[in-house]
């Protein structure tokens, strides 16, 4: 069942929103759901010095300045998508929190990269990192940086496999991206050192073709849900993050798993999805289960 919100996109004025918003609205007019605008206002008392009072017309000004905010992204939003349903929010508490409590009447939220405070280029914003590790629903990162290829439209969806939980949500986002956007979907498998734990009398020959065979399974269904995606499989022996970040450089969207097979029960966001999500240059979606 769709959430209520559709997709979910932060605005708070920086580059980077402006990005996310229109790769947003982009994304929600393919999918025929609305898209809502959410500018957090953070309360006087949480502010870094509490103890010095704010002038007496304080929140007015922030509530002013949200206004113009979320005015301006609907403006971004109807450029990217003519017609498309667009609602605002203004709410009120700590930003990340509040955002996370939203995701739960999602089915996507998007973020930039990088917020307004962020200082390093290579590192995700505080908020945006909070979101990959608890949000309810998967998370788009939207990175600024001009495409790699001459016409990303035409690129394809890159997904991760490795047969965990989390991967088979992750494959269920990268079919559906493919088929409405009419591309090519990479199915990546790495073997890693991690396999060779697991198969410690295994021979390399013999784990790569276990791996193609596995990978083949995982894709069998949905070969069949989506026979109109095309599908090439890659599987290599390489470390699985820097696997990922190099196909997803010739890829429109990268889509990992929130957490792969080394995981456990309680962890929050896996090594692999957190240096994709750092590291990739392309909009990469994590799948976090709703």
């Known amino acids: ?52 009072a704010m002038p007496p017309d304080y929140t007015r000004w922030q509530e002013e300045q949200g206004q113009e905010i979320l005015h301006a992204a609907a403006q971004v939003a109807e450029e990217a998508a003519a017609g498309l349903q667009v609602r605002s929010e203004m ?6 929190a ?10 996507l939220v998007v973020v930039g990269s990088r917020g307004r405070g962020a200082l390093a280029r290579g590192l995700l914003g505080s908020v945006s990192s909070g979101l990959v590790r608890h949000a309810h629903c998967p998370v788009a990162i939207i990175h600024d940086e001009d495409p790699l290829m001459d016409r990303p439209a035409d690129a394809p969806i890159v997904v991760g ?22 591309v090519e979907l990479v199915a990546v498998h790495a073997i890693s050192d991690s396999d060779l734990i697991e198969s410690p009398r295994v021979d390399y020959a ?15 269904g949905w070969g069949e849900r989506y026979p109109d995606v095309r599908v090439r499989r890659v599987v290599e022996w390489a470390r699985p993050a820097n696997m990922l970040v ?45």
């Open 1 to 52: 069942m769709a959430g209520a919100r559709g997709i979910l996109v932060g605005a708070d004025g920086s580059a980077p929103s402006k990005v996310a918003i229109d790769w947003a609205a982009r994304e929600a007019a393919s999918r025929n759901v609305p898209l809502t605008l959410v500018h957090v206002l953070t309360p006087a008392m949480m502010m870094m010095w509490p103890e010095v």
């Open 91 to 96: 709410p009120t508490g700590p930003t990340l």
């Open 98 to 107: 509040t955002l996370i409590e939203l995701t739960g009447d999602a089915d």
């Open 161 to 182: 496999i490795d047969g965990s939980p989390a991967s088979e949500v992750a494959t269920a986002i990268a079919f559906d991206l493919a088929s409405r956007r009419g």
């Open 206 to 220: 013999t784990l790569e073709q276990k791996a193609n065979e596995i990978l083949g399974e995982r894709l069998a």
């Open 246 to 290: 190099r196909e997803g450089e010739k890829a429109q969207v990268l889509v990992v798993g929130s957490h792969g097979r080394g995981g456990f029960a309680g962890m929050l966001l896996g090594s692999v999805a957190s240096s994709v999500a750092q590291a990739a240059r392309m909009p990469v979606i994590v799948a976090r289960k709703p």
